[in-house]
């Protein structure tokens, strides 16, 4: 009797031990979710590397990413996944650079573009597997409306903009979508220009961030601007309309048929109008600015939404371009020293078409104010978010995590080398190894030659060394060979081969 009357209290004892232990390892899990950063990657459209005031930039200002630069970690040697759109995006989202990644190039392809493929690993599904939310706003151009690519095959709970990045040349489009469904703007049907995309995308962007408050989210905010046709709304126009007068005017080159008119491409009836084409700009260089000043305050109004919220402290901000300048719709990066220190525009494998601005903002991890000269590239971020948020990663990738240098530490892994490819303009291919840069052109015509050039000392690639320095062009050129993979989408070998063999 004694030892069933002592035994009441034990047994209480010991559920009351388990309910504290399950209330602790809860509380624990509960903790840890709450500790994951918030993550927000910005990504501009053919934003130049010395198109933000704090790089150089003095046409306008760009204050509020300057301020993301000075309260973060700035990238100086920072590399986009090439030189266009699609296949830069596709080396950000797998992890792979253009030697190894599913999209290599631009194609077109039932109203959107070439898919990614059904369960490739992109950064939203290792997030959502995480346990983040996912959005994607803006321009995507990785799988066409109902492919297997598309966002929502692809990790993203929520989509809202362009699904093809061929529409997303225009700035007051007839229609979005939004997740899979197209949604008409009426206020831009016929020549009506009254609602401007960019905005309607970043209210979708807000709206995001605050309904996902409680819970860890990755936004994945792929701007369409400065790209395209210089379309501004007329508030912005206004602030630089006196600035940069006079200025050439730009109107659309039409090659309907078999002579070459301009028409500004204000007709309705063109097949190009609002579908692609450029819309004409009397003031063109006003319409950058004001662009990138409307830019730089979408990027103020999103960390004001993160403080507002009290998230700012736990939410990595990261800011970037997908490729250098462009030459289209009348831009004229030239004017406004878009390339920086830099040659080449975007289309080249010179530093001007791939090396970019980036900022990571931290508030609790990265120093304030720093700076770094590490060698990174896109397909650099997929493994570091592995990082962040603890979870492996499957196969092989390109990428080497970054996360040592935003925490200050000392053991960061390097790249042996960085590798790219382009299938526009004859075929293109590019290396960094240490302080050399090696470019071959005209690959598809079965050319060997490699320009040589030493960034330390030359970073606009002015002086071939290539004559110079015979050992160097030739490790190169072996690393060009074995750095990619034939992909029978996009063939480099095969195309040599059948263009050698037709010549």
Same mark, same amino acid.
């Given at each position: 009797?004694?030892?069933?009357?002592?035994?009441?209290?034990?047994?209480?004892?010991?559920?009351?031990?388990?309910?504290?232990?399950?209330?602790?390892?809860?509380?624990?899990?509960?903790?840890?979710?709450?500790?994951?950063?918030?993550?927000?990657?910005?990504?501009?459209?053919?934003?130049?590397?010395?198109?933000?005031?704090?790089?150089?930039?003095?046409?306008?200002?760009?204050?509020?990413?300057?301020?993301?630069?000075?309260?973060?970690?700035?990238?100086?040697?920072?590399?986009?996944?090439?030189?266009?759109?699609?296949?830069?995006?596709?080396?950000?989202?797998?992890?792979?650079?253009?030697?190894?990644?599913?999209?290599?190039?631009?194609?077109?392809?039932?109203?959107?573009?070439?898919?990614?493929?059904?369960?490739?690993?992109?950064?939203?599904?290792?997030?959502?597997?995480?346990?983040?939310?996912?959005?994607?706003?803006?321009?995507?151009?990785?799988?066409?409306?109902?492919?297997?690519?598309?966002?929502?095959?692809?990790?993203?709970?929520?989509?809202?903009?362009?699904?093809?990045?061929?529409?997303?040349?225009?700035?007051?489009?007839?229609?979005?979508?939004?997740?899979?469904?197209?949604?008409?703007?009426?206020?831009?049907?016929?020549?009506?220009?009254?609602?401007?995309?960019?905005?309607?995308?970043?209210?979708?962007?807000?709206?995001?961030?605050?309904?996902?408050?409680?819970?860890?989210?990755?936004?994945?905010?792929?701007?369409?601007?400065?790209?395209?046709? *210089?379309?501004?709304?007329?508030?912005?126009?206004?602030?630089? *309309?006196?600035?940069?007068?006079?200025?050439?005017?730009?109107?659309?080159?039409?090659?309907?048929?078999?002579?070459?008119?301009?028409?500004?491409?204000?007709?309705?009836?063109?097949?190009?109008?609002?579908?692609?084409?450029?819309?004409?700009?009397?003031?063109?260089?006003?319409?950058?600015?004001?662009?990138?000043? *409307?830019?730089?305050?979408?990027?103020?109004?999103?960390?004001?939404?993160?403080?507002?919220?009290?998230?700012?402290?736990?939410?990595?901000?990261?800011?970037?371009?997908?490729?250098?300048?462009?030459?289209?719709?009348?831009?004229?990066?030239?004017?406004?020293?878009?390339?920086?220190?830099?040659?080449?525009?975007?289309?080249?494998?010179?530093?001007?078409?791939?090396?970019?601005?980036?900022?990571?903002?931290?508030?609790?991890?990265?120093?304030?104010?720093?700076?770094?000269?590490?060698?990174?590239?896109? &397909?650099?971020?997929?493994?570091?978010?592995?990082?962040?948020?603890?979870?492996?990663?499957?196969?092989?990738?390109?990428?080497?995590?970054?996360?040592?240098?935003?925490?200050?530490?000392?053991?960061?892994?390097?790249?042996?080398?960085?590798?790219?490819?382009?299938?526009?303009?004859?075929?293109?291919?590019?290396?960094?190894?240490?302080? &050399?840069?090696?470019?071959?052109?005209?690959?598809?015509?079965?050319?060997?030659?490699?320009?040589?050039?030493?960034?330390?000392?030359?970073?606009?690639?002015?002086?071939?060394?290539?004559?110079?320095?015979?050992?160097?062009?030739?490790?190169?050129?072996?690393?060009?060979?074995?750095?990619?993979?034939?992909?029978?989408? &996009?063939?480099?070998?095969?195309?040599?081969?059948?263009?050698?063999?037709?010549?």
């Amino acid at each position: 009797m004694k030892f069933i009357q002592n035994s009441l209290p034990i047994y209480t004892l010991l559920s009351a031990i388990f309910l504290i232990a399950a209330v602790s390892c809860a509380s624990s899990k509960e903790e840890e979710v709450l500790e994951k950063p918030n993550i927000i990657y910005i990504l501009a459209d053919d934003l130049g590397y010395g198109d933000l005031s704090f790089l150089g930039q003095t046409k306008f200002k760009t204050p509020n990413i300057d301020k993301l630069a000075a309260e973060g970690m700035v990238f100086t040697q920072h590399y986009a996944g090439t030189t266009v759109c699609a296949p830069s995006r596709s080396a950000l989202m797998t992890g792979l650079h253009t030697g190894h990644t599913q999209v290599r190039g631009n194609r077109g392809l039932n109203g959107g573009q070439f898919p990614l493929k059904e369960g490739t690993q992109t950064l939203a599904t290792l997030l959502k597997e995480a346990g983040y939310a996912t959005g994607a706003f803006g321009k995507w151009g990785l799988g066409y409306p109902g492919s297997e690519g598309e966002p929502l095959n692809q990790g993203f709970d929520v989509f809202f903009g362009f699904n093809s990045q061929t529409i997303a040349h225009n700035y007051y489009p007839r229609e979005l979508w939004d997740n899979d469904k197209i949604i008409t703007l009426e206020g831009n049907q016929g020549t009506e220009q009254g609602q401007y995309a960019p905005n309607l995308i970043q209210e979708k962007r807000l709206a995001f961030i605050e309904k996902n408050k409680d819970n860890p989210f990755f936004m994945f905010v792929p701007t369409i601007v400065p790209h395209a046709e *210089l379309f501004a709304p007329e508030e912005y126009m206004e602030k630089f *309309l006196t600035k940069t007068n006079p200025e050439p005017p730009y109107q659309y080159e039409s090659k309907l048929g078999p002579e070459t008119y301009y028409d500004g491409l204000d007709d309705p009836e063109h097949p190009r109008y609002k579908a692609g084409g450029y819309g004409s700009q009397a003031y063109p260089h006003a319409a950058f600015a004001a662009m990138v000043t *409307l830019l730089d305050d979408h990027v103020g109004q999103i960390v004001s939404k993160l403080e507002e919220l009290n998230l700012l402290e736990n939410t990595i901000v990261i800011f970037t371009s997908d490729n250098g300048p462009h030459l289209e719709g009348g831009a004229d990066p030239d004017f406004f020293n878009s390339n920086g220190p830099f040659q080449g525009y975007k289309r080249d494998l010179h530093e001007g078409g791939i090396h970019v601005p980036m900022i990571v903002s931290w508030p609790t991890k990265v120093k304030k104010g720093s700076e770094t000269d590490h060698v990174s590239a896109f &397909w650099d971020i997929l493994p570091t978010f592995s990082d962040i948020v603890g979870i492996e990663t499957v196969g092989t990738l390109d990428g080497i995590s970054f996360l040592p240098t935003l925490l200050g530490a000392d053991d960061q892994p390097t790249h042996s080398h960085l590798y790219w490819e382009f299938h526009e303009k004859g075929g293109k291919q590019a290396i960094r190894k240490g302080k &050399w840069k090696g470019i071959k052109l005209n690959v598809f015509e079965g050319n060997e030659t490699i320009q040589l050039y030493d960034l330390e000392q030359d970073p606009g690639e002015t002086k071939d060394l290539a004559s110079e320095y015979p050992e160097v062009v030739e490790e190169i050129k072996g690393l060009m060979q074995s750095s990619r993979t034939e992909d029978s989408e &996009w063939p480099f070998e095969e195309k040599i081969e059948r263009d050698v063999k037709n010549n």
